[in-house]
């Protein structure tokens, strides 16, 4: 169990769903997504706090990455608000979001197979006066700031363990390696809150500690982080509060100790069905 | 047979007009679909629109030669906005769909008779670049290189065309390799994944479709400047196939593909009709197997065969871009 500033702020919160935090980063006001008959997204009301990490779990199915893509601006909602920082962000593009703080990883990671693992980290540098048509065409007007960005880039990339690899093409790493550039390059954004789908999903166990690590860490540097995970081990270890989903909708919150003991969650994981098996009975 | 009759005429379309106006048009094609991943079409419309654009300003309103070119270029930027405006919001296919319906939209409106008095119809505009002649500073002689003769006209369009190319190419060089271009390149790669990192992929499509556009625009009108004519039958749908065939040969996403790719395409065209002319004529060896008439269609076998054993054997092209399956 980790024990962190923010964990503590979160110590009088109550842990039910939808329960409001003292300090909000993310605020998630009636969103539902449907796709034909199906109601994949059905949130009323959930909050992020500011410098935690808040772990989002739920069976399969239960709408995490969507309600992912939604916030994130990668899909559209039928109905719901969220504002991000106090600023409403329900109707923001995709690019829009991530200029603001709010920037995500995907499940099956999304890096540029074609280019090198530098060049992935350079694209996520904000604000670069040479990203502009006629202005690329002008290199010393950008050239200090290309030089900045590198150096930052490859002092992520050493922190991540993957400043040796900066001049591959970044389809030759592995799935692990993968994850971390996908991590180190949403940092190149300067998030304020870092979106992690599934950030452990097909690593394997030695590179699962240093990224865990690496989570962490992202918390103590004062930024926030939200993630979807399976490994119940996992959210167990890392998290400061915990969001379950089943079928749409948060059915439970609360520190990870608590959640787990919940009985409508291990429901929700494991189905009613075992309440009658006497052999299951505590 | 005379071979260097054979090689002489496909050196003389490798550096002719149509092979700087293919070259052009390809840089353009390449910054669509090598760098950025659209799958352009309909290149040919954008010829179209900066001939059309030019021969009508200066025909029909009497503009000098240099504003009717300014007219073609900025008709190119205005079809750029217009296909790219509506269709790249779409998903990719998309913008194949429209470009190819755009081009032969283009070349079947100016070809009608209803637009004749503006577009001239079937017979086109002719004509209305003869002030591109009279600023010619080439002193009046027979010029030549490499056996090839050419006139102080020719040679001046020939002048002009590849400095356009070397322009062409110095400008998306610089474009490319700047972070600009990285953009375009994490498009063809992964949209979704440029959009997470704050990139507004939409803006940068635009921003390539107008690009290549212009260089389309630019091919046009040196083609039109050459013959100081624009017919309709320039423009069909089939010669945007020629520039992706030109493309390929030479090397998708890479800088100098396209420049390479056009001539080899023109030298094949021209060196198989040549050789294909002797072999009927002069050594009677295909005599009553082809005839005069089938040499241009047995000609773009010679291109296809060419092309098919470069796929088999070199898939990156000549100089050794991405492959052709994974251009996008």
Not at chain 2, 136 to 156: C, H, S, T, V
Not at chain 2, 263 to 286: E, G, N, P, V, Y
Request: net charge neutral; with cysteine; hydrophobic share 50%.
């Amino acid at each position: 169990m980790s024990a962190s500033p923010a964990a503590a702020a979160l110590a009088g919160v109550a842990p039910r769903p939808g329960v409001p935090k003292p300090d909000p980063l993310l605020v998630v006001d009636g969103v539902t997504r449907t796709f034909g008959g199906l109601t994949a997204v059905d949130v009323d009301h959930v909050e992020v706090q500011r410098g935690t990490i808040t772990a989002l779990i739920g069976p399969n199915g239960a709408g995490k990455t969507t309600f992912f893509n939604l916030l994130t601006g990668f899909d559209r909602p039928q109905t719901g608000t969220w504002s991000f920082d106090g600023e409403a962000i329900h109707q923001l593009r995709a690019h829009e979001v991530a200029r603001r703080g709010m920037v995500r990883t995907f499940q099956l990671t999304k890096v540029l197979a074609d280019m090198t693992v530098l060049d992935n980290m350079l694209l996520a540098a904000q604000q670069h006066p040479g990203e502009r048509f006629f202005g690329a065409l002008l290199p010393a007007r950008w050239r200090s700031q290309e030089q900045a960005n590198e150096q930052r880039a490859r002092e992520l990339l050493d922190k991540v363990g993957l400043a040796p690899k900066a001049d591959d093409k970044a389809g030759e790493l592995s799935g692990g390696q993968r994850k971390l550039l996908e991590m180190a390059r949403a940092l190149m954004v300067e998030p304020k809150l870092v979106m992690l789908d599934e950030p452990m999903a097909g690593v394997n166990p030695a590179l699962t500690q240093s990224l865990l690590g690496h989570i962490t860490a992202l918390r103590d540097e004062g930024r926030s982080v939200l993630f979807v995970e399976h490994d119940m081990e996992v959210v167990h270890s890392i998290s400061d509060w915990v969001i379950v989903m089943a079928e749409g909708r948060v059915i439970a919150e609360g520190p990870p100790a608590h959640v787990t003991a919940d009985p409508t969650v291990v429901d929700a994981y494991l189905g009613t069905a075992h309440r009658i098996d006497p052999e299951l009975e505590p | 047979m005379d071979l260097a009759q054979v090689l002489t005429d496909g050196l003389r379309a490798a550096t002719g007009v149509p092979a700087i106006a293919y070259a052009l048009a390809v840089i353009g094609l390449n910054v669509h679909f090598g760098y950025t991943g659209l799958f352009n079409i309909g290149q040919i419309g954008f010829l179209a629109a900066g001939a059309y654009g030019a021969g009508i300003s200066a025909n029909l309103w009497g503009w000098p030669f240099w504003a009717a070119i300014v007219a073609g270029v900025v008709c190119a930027v205005i079809l750029g906005l217009l296909l790219g405006l509506p269709a790249l919001r779409l998903r990719a296919e998309y913008l194949a769909i429209v470009t190819i319906s755009a081009s032969e939209i283009i070349r079947i409106t100016v070809r009608s008779t209803s637009v004749e008095s503006v577009t001239g119809g079937p017979s086109g505009i002719g004509r209305w670049a003869s002030s591109f002649y009279r600023i010619n500073p080439i002193p009046e002689g027979d010029y030549g290189f490499l056996g090839i003769a050419i006139d102080q006209r020719k040679a001046w369009v020939m002048l002009v065309g590849w400095s356009l190319v070397a322009l062409a190419v110095l400008v998306t060089w610089l474009l490319v390799r700047s972070p600009w271009g990285r953009v375009l390149r994490s498009i063809r790669d992964d949209e979704d994944a440029a959009r997470s990192l704050g990139k507004n992929v939409y803006v940068f499509k635009v921003q390539s479709l107008v690009y290549g556009g212009v260089l389309g625009a630019l091919a046009g009108l040196l083609i039109a400047i050459d013959a100081n004519y624009t017919t309709p039958g320039e423009y069909q749908t089939v010669f945007t196939f020629y520039m992706y065939v030109a493309l390929i040969l030479g090397g998708i996403g890479r800088i100098l593909g396209p420049v390479v790719g056009a001539m080899l395409f023109w030298f094949l065209l021209q060196a198989s009709d040549t050789l294909l002319r002797q072999l009927i004529t002069d050594d009677s060896l295909l005599g009553g197997v082809i005839e005069q008439r089938d040499i241009g269609s047995v000609r773009l076998a010679f291109v296809g065969l060419g092309l098919m054993l470069l796929v088999i054997f070199r898939p990156q092209g000549l100089l050794g871009g991405r492959a052709p399956g994974k251009a996008r």
